[in-house]
T-cell receptor, first 114, second 113 residues
């Protein structure tokens, strides 16, 4: 089955700790994205990557870091510098063939920091 | 400043009738628009998209209309079914979406029997 996997589904951390969220895709997509969703809000772009070993900041990158060492994987680290880390985090991917690029999403990880 | 706006937080429609979800945008550089459906605690599911060179795109029960002069798009679902109850997000992008999407806050569609 082709798709995007995110693990774990739920994650709990103490304030001041860094935490890494996993995202893997077997769709052979070039581009991968991280978004966060807060209650009653739309999704906001954190980071994205269009090619291995390269990535760009989105609208709310402060307090986050990413890496793209493999095409299939795009982990997101939520650092202690992120002021409001509790949120629902969504990973997406898309092909870059053609002129327009639908993004396909994973099931999400709900992070709670106390 | 919100570039993509969905002004109706919720919408209730009777089963079998037409559901119309609306979306407005402010950035005239947006050239690609998408609709996603989302259930709680799950990732969004892609529904339908439209390029700015078109004014209508249809896929089964779903039709998206784009009015560029008004910077407005709408999603029509007909006939509405109970499984359509979900939150619907409008999204937009510049350059086809490779640099990420800008989302509205969503509209919660409730289909009543």
């Amino acid at each position: 089955d082709g798709g995007i996997t995110q693990s774990p589904k739920y994650l709990f951390r103490k304030e001041g700790q860094n935490v890494t969220l996993s995202c893997e895709q077997n769709l052979n997509h070039d581009a991968m994205y991280w978004y966060r969703q807060d209650p009653g809000q739309g999704l906001r772009l954190i980071y994205y990557s269009q090619i291995v070993n390269d990535f760009q900041k989105g609208d709310i990158a402060e307090g986050y870091s990413v890496s793209r060492e493999k095409k299939e994987s795009f982990p997101l680290t939520v650092t202690s510098a992120q002021k409001n880390p509790t949120a629902f985090y969504l990973c997406a991917s898309s092909t870059l063939d053609g002129r327009s690029y639908e993004q396909y999403f994973g099931p999400g990880t709900r992070l709670t920091v106390t | 400043d919100q570039q993509v706006k969905q002004n109706s937080p919720s919408l209730s429609v009777q089963e079998g009738r037409i559901s119309i979800l609306n979306c407005d945008y402010t950035n005239s550089m947006f050239d690609y628009f998408l609709w996603y459906k989302k259930y709680p605690a799950e990732g969004p599911t892609f529904l339908i998209s439209i390029s700015s060179i078109k004014d209508k795109n249809e896929d089964g029960r779903f039709t998206v209309f784009l009015n560029k002069s008004a910077k407005h798009l709408s999603l029509h679902i007909v006939p509405s079914q109970p499984g359509d109850s979900a939150v619907y997000f409008c999204a937009a992008s510049v350059g086809g979406g490779a640099d990420g999407l800008t989302f509205g806050k969503g509209t919660h569609l409730i289909i009543q029997p």
